[in-house]
């Protein structure tokens, strides 16, 4: 088992950043970094965690919440919800806290 992907603390709070706006198209989510200019699409799943952290959520909250949503192992989806987190994290689209908000 890797632990390289456990790199969010369960205790972590997401939110989003404000210089972006995002829109939903069908079951997906395109948001825009006004930073950077640059366009990102989510699938279903990516666009339901972006409407969640729309309001602060802390990193177990959202695992909990996908967990009773999506027909998915518990492994599987840590390790979805920690790799779509990181990669909105490294393209600046979400802040993640250690610190409780």
């Known amino acids: ?3 390289q992907l456990l790199e969010i603390s369960e205790n972590a709070t997401i939110s989003p950043i404000q210089s972006q ?3 939903e198209l069908a079951d997906e989510a395109v948001i825009l970094n006004l930073d950077s200019g ?3 699409g989510l ?4 666009a339901r965690i972006w409407e969640l952290i729309q309001q602060p959520q802390s ?3 959202l695992y909990e919440a996908l967990l009773e ?8 989806c840590k390790q979805s919800l920690t790799k779509i987190l990181l990669d909105l ?6 802040k993640v806290s250690d610190e409780p908000e």
């Open 1 to 3: 088992m890797s632990s």
């Open 21 to 23: 706006i995002s829109s």
């Open 38 to 40: 640059i366009y990102y």
């Open 43 to 46: 699938n279903e799943v990516g």
């Open 59 to 61: 990193f177990i909250e």
């Open 69 to 76: 949503e999506y027909d998915v192992s518990a492994e599987a």
């Open 89 to 94: 994290k490294n393209v600046g689209l979400v």
